[in-house]
């Protein structure tokens, strides 16, 4: 099991939990939409990084997106495993191929 899968997993085991000792379970009480509020703001805080060129706070912050990522999924009921099987679905199409085929012209 990959870290990625772990954390996922992770996330899923605090869904229930004690909103006062976790902060998984309190962003996902606090509902989908402040999951997608925190996504967003460290999203703009990796990509601020990245324009910096500081390699160990990029690799922070991707760490951040990453698990704020995976709780926004869980607050809507998507899985780690649903995004890998799309992923795997896109592996044999070009990806300029599946981006003109999302975005007819």
Known sequence: MSALERLAATIEARRGADP???WTARLLAEGPERAAEKFGEEAVEAVIEAVRGDRGRLTAEAADVL???LVM???RNVSLGDVLA???ARESTSGIAEKSARNPK
């Open 86 to 88: 799309e992923l795997e």
């Open 73 to 75: 999924l869980a607050a």
């Open 20 to 22: 006062e000792s976790s």
């Open 67 to 69: 698990y704020h990522l």
